[in-house]
T-cell receptor, first 113, second 117 residues
Framework: AAGVIQSPRHLIKEKRETATLKCYPI?????VYWYQQGPGQDPQFLIS???????DKGSIPDRFSAQQFSDYHSELNMSSLELGDSALYFC????????????FGPGTRLTVT | GEDVEQSLFLSVREGDSSVINCTYT??????LYWYKQEPGAGLQLLTY?????DMKQDQRLTVLLNKKDKHLSLRIADTQTGDSAIYFC?????????????????FGQGTILTVHP
């Protein structure tokens, strides 16, 4: 079965640079979530989108922005990168209603040097 | 508030049963999930239980929910070395926002399960 696809899988950036992470949800899933997982930490919710509109916002820094496009893929844009932004960034998707389970992608490992 | 806690480490021998425990504080949790994360990998949804259930069994996995005590456990029967991973429990609060409803996940810190041959 098709899963959530994230690209790139690994990304190395320098401080103050920008990064764009992409997420392709499971087909027919209309809701996308972004999570950040620091080393040895649990995933923290950043932001979510339903039908191309932001549906909820968590602990996402103002330097980050995200959107969902007409084909339901989503992009997380990160600017003025800081060393503390180094983490695994997960995208998850779900379909409206049902049992609300979220299926996670493999993650993008961002390293800021 | 939302707070999910797990013990950090569990070590078992191959073939034994593993029991990973989790407590949560939000009584409005609707679904509770168990995710597995192998080193450097994504989160794999193992199983979930609806809050009006006490138990759910899925092959080697048994989930027990004590809603009164807000306690969730995951039992893995006949644990194998391939089960070594971090196991996260997560509670889901249904949120109605932006014209939709979805389960907002809050994760525990994760339990590192080590299986010895």
């Amino acid at each position: 079965a098709a899963g959530v696809i994230q690209s790139p899988r690994h990304l190395i950036k320098e401080k103050r640079e920008t990064a764009t992470l992409k997420c392709y949800p499971i087909p027919r899933h209309d809701t996308v979530y972004w999570y950040q997982q620091g080393p040895g930490q649990d995933p923290q919710f950043l932001i979510s989108f339903y039908e191309k509109m932001q549906s909820d916002k968590g602990s996402i820094p103002d330097r980050f922005s995200a959107q969902q496009f007409s084909d339901y893929h989503s992009e997380l844009n990160m600017s003025s990168l800081e060393l503390g932004d180094s983490a695994l960034y997960f995208c998850a998707s779900s379909s409206f209603g049902g049992t609300y389970e979220q299926y996670f992608g493999p993650g993008t490992r961002l390293t800021v040097t | 508030g939302e707070d999910v806690e797990q013990s950090l480490f569990l070590s078992v021998r191959e073939g034994d049963s593993s029991v990973i425990n989790c407590t949560y504080t939000d009584s409005s949790s609707t679904y509770l999930y168990w995710y597995k994360q192998e080193p450097g990998a994504g989160l794999q949804l193992l199983t979930y239980i609806f809050s009006n259930m006490d138990m759910k069994q899925d092959q080697r996995l048994t989930v027990l929910l004590n809603k009164k005590d807000k306690h969730l456990s995951l039992r893995i029967a006949d644990t194998q070395t391939g089960d070594s991973a971090i196991y996260f429990c997560a509670e889901s609060i249904i949120v109605y926002a932006g014209g939709t409803s979805y389960g907002k996940l809050t994760f525990g810190q994760g339990t590192i399960l080590t299986v010895h041959p």
